[in-house]
């Protein structure tokens, strides 16, 4: 059992968790993942690792809440334990050689692209970081992502906080502005992943991309999460998470991520029952 | 006098219709007066054909002349001696083409059923055994094991019995390898697995799930720094092959390991009172025809597919899964097309399956393996509609501990590179056995190898 020694509600669909786990919190690096699995008839999901402290031995999530297990995973507080938490997994981010990184986040890519950032930032990389949120209420971690980087650029959807605009719109003004990046890293929403991949990709900056698809053990034993990358198929368990995003076939990955569409539906509904004893 | 009956008793097994609909088990076992029966069939050769005949080497004749005699409990002690999973493999192994293929009786009419027998004896034993094992004198040595499969279970349990202090790593969160994620209830209860796991776990043996070496630790951490004066691999052969046609990443189509494991390890027959979540079509094709291959038809017919295909590129002769198991999905309805190859999976405007193109195959000149290459039929090809489409082509060895595990010598596909007689690497102090070493095999073989690796840590370690 993994218990959880901390828990932060960052707003109203995004959680922050520190889960006691001695052995991953000493072996992991940013861009690799967890797989958990809350209870014995709970799903097994991935989980990028958002953060850990080596001493205290606590490995941070951070998760938004979209499907029956996220909730069901939001449900639990400080004090619950989680029944399986695998880890470290998948193969660490590489960062050698980059001077000058763009940083995009967008959604709940934010919270995974911040130990990027600060990786890159501690590294002393000069590290732009754009996120993106949907108002200005949803901001979260502002104040670590100020630390994580040189300049942060905080986007809105609908400009409440005085930035109007995608976290793309912003990558944008920076290239149109002449500013030279060694590397994009791109982590949040497949669309804007790809968007963020389109605009570089002609401009020839190498551009690092997430993948976070659909697991079941995430060991490489599936092939659920096999994705095509520069024509050929990779898992994105174990050759990934991380891919050169100009090569991967984005419209695939979007395609195979609603393969379970309507069942996901459905355990929602399950989920809306438990909380409501069926009253909707 | 022996039993000069023809043919082995029959199992006693729910109806195909039956249970083409539910996951209970399809053999329902013999009785106690099947077993005897059948268990007078032997003939007690001298040479003892059978015993050389099985991987761990069973005394066959010894304990089915206890049967014969009724003496259940005494004759699950004499295959326990050397099987540590007799309910397993009394209902896995491909006795076929082991103890049964040497039996004087199959010369003329059908061989004993050993393999019937031997699981009555070890489920009697498991419902009236009340015996808890002795757990041995510990000898102050460690031993890690990496993977709890049957290669494992049975290394930990050998090494366990001579004192050593045994920890099985698991990736996984439950322990039994392919026992819980390949293989189906309906074939193997779950349940039962449990039981059998348990009786390693009584002899002292520590499982530790969720722990992926080469990942969350790698296997020189574990000699170097944990204290283990040794290592076992039996992490099996757990990566999934696909045939690389266009068509592969639509959705709809599973690798049998996701397919089976979706199903049995995460229950997703019982979606959504338990959350993993499955689809299965109208129309299903499982290409391939090994066990793998069979069971996930019959996994699809049970999931409510009207039509599950067996799409494989040779012939029934060459089908390589187990007698039986051809025989049970035949009856269960899965329509075997032969001679038939995958040439591309075609997509709706989604993404999602529509159909499979296919060719006709023809039998040409033995290929390396000895059987008959199949050839395709120049402008033979057509289109099957499917919903769903499982690859149960064979599986390759995950590379997460050979990557992570400097000097560990590998076959270029990925086999461990361990001799055969004891499973030593080119590691010093790390053996291994299985699917790890010979690809996609056999439980019982798995276990041979686990078995003949704990004798050779044994002497290893004692002659340090």
């Known amino acids: ?280 | 006098m022996a039993n000069m009956r023809l043919d082995k008793n029959p199992m006693p097994e729910q109806e195909p219709n039956v249970r083409n609909k539910n996951f209970k088990e399809v053999a329902l076992g013999y009785t106690a007066e099947m077993a005897i029966d059948e268990a007078k069939r032997c003939l007690n050769c001298k040479n003892q054909p059978c015993v050389s005949g099985c991987p761990v080497n069973v005394r066959i004749p010894e304990f089915l002349s206890l049967v014969a005699e009724g003496k259940f409990l005494e004759a699950a002690e004499v295959v326990k001696s050397t099987n540590s999973l007799p309910a397993i493999c009394g209902r896995v192994c491909p006795q076929e083409t082991q103890c049964e293929k040497f039996c004087i009786r199959g010369k003329k009419g059908e061989p004993v059923g050993i393999g019937r027998i031997e699981r009555f004896v070890a489920d009697y034993a498991m419902a009236n055994s009340k015996e808890q094992p002795q757990v041995p004198a510990k000898n102050g040595h460690k031993v890690a094991v990496i993977g709890s499969g049957p290669a494992g279970l049975t290394c930990a349990g050998d090494l366990a019995k001579k004192g050593y202090d045994v920890t099985i790593f698991e990736a996984l969160h439950t322990a039994g390898g392919v026992l819980v994620y390949g293989i189906p209830e309906f074939r193997l209860p779950k349940a039962l697995v449990r039981e059998e796991i348990a009786t390693v776990e009584a002899l002292g043996v520590k499982i530790i799930p969720d722990m992926v070496i080469g990942k969350c630790i790698t296997l020189d951490e574990l000699l170097d720094e944990e204290g283990f004066e040794a290592a076992f691999i039996g992490s099996g052969a757990g990566l999934p092959n696909f045939q690389k046609i266009p068509g592969e990443n639509l959705m709809g189509v599973y690798s049998a390991n996701e397919f089976l494991t979706r199903i049995n390890l995460m229950k997703a027959y019982d979606f959504p009172n338990h959350d993993t979540p499955i689809k299965v079509g109208k129309t299903v094709a499982v290409i391939g025809g090994g066990n793998v291959a069979m069971d996930a038809a019959r996994c699809a017919k049970r999931m409510g597919a009207e039509t599950v295909y067996i799409v494989y590129r040779r012939s029934d002769a060459e089908l390589p899964a187990r007698a039986e198991e051809v025989h049970h999905a035949k009856e269960e309805g899965i329509i075997f097309k032969m001679l038939t190859n995958p040439t591309k999976i075609l997509g709706d405007e989604e993404g999602r399956v529509r159909a499979m193109e296919v060719i006709e195959m023809e039998l040409g000149e033995p290929d390396d393996s000895g059987r008959r290459r199949p050839v395709p039929k120049a402008g033979s090809e057509y289109e099957m509609e499917v919903q769903t489409v499982v690859v149960g082509i064979g599986t390759s060895p995950n590379p997460l501990i050979k990557s992570t595990t400097p000097g560990l010598e590998t076959q270029k596909w990925g086999g461990i590179i361990a001799d055969e007689e004891t499973g030593k690497t080119s590691r010093e102090g790390v053996y291994a056995g299985g699917d790890a070493v010979t690809g996609a095999a056999t439980v019982i073989l798995a276990m041979g190898a686990g078995k003949k690796a704990a004798a050779a840590i044994d002497e290893y370690i004692q002659n340090k």
């Open chain 1, 1 to 280: 059992m993994f218990p959880i020694v901390k828990k932060r509600v960052l707003n109203p669909t995004v959680t922050y968790m520190e889960i006691l786990a001695p052995h991953i919190a000493k072996k992991a690096k940013p861009g690799q993942f967890i797989m958990l699995r809350i209870n014995e008839d709970g799903e097994r999901i991935p989980l990028t690792i958002a953060g850990y402290d080596r001493e205290a031995g606590t490995v941070t999530i951070i998760f938004q809440k979209v499907g029956y297990t996220t909730y069901a995973l939001d449900d639990l507080n400080e004090g619950d334990s989680l029944l399986d938490f695998v880890g470290p997994l998948g193969v660490p981010s590489e960062f050698e050689g980059l001077k000058k990184v763009c940083v995009v986040g967008g959604g709940l890519g934010v919270a995974i692209a911040y130990p990027q950032a600060k990786a890159l930032h501690d590294m002393g990389v000069e590290v732009d970081f754009i996120v993106g949120f949907k108002n200005k209420d949803l901001i979260i971690l502002e104040e670590e992502f100020t630390n994580a980087c040189t300049n942060l650029f905080v986007m809105t959807d609908d400009g409440s906080n005085g930035h109007k605009g995608f976290v793309t719109a912003a990558l944008e003004e920076q290239l149109n502005a002449g500013v030279k990046y060694d590397a994009v890293i791109a982590i949040g929403p497949l669309i804007m992943m790809k968007v963020v991949c389109d605009m570089t990709r002609d401009k020839g900056i190498k551009t690092i991309v997430s993948m976070n698809p659909i697991m079941v053990d995430g060991t490489g034993m599936c092939g659920c999460c096999r994705l095509t990358v520069d024509g050929q198929t990779r898992f994105a368990c174990v050759d990934g998470p991380d891919f050169d995003g100009h090569l991967v076939d984005f419209d695939e990955v979007i395609a195979r991520s609603r393969m379970y569409r309507d069942e996901e539906a459905e355990s929602m509904k399950k989920h809306e029952c438990r909380l409501t004893g069926g009253v909707r």
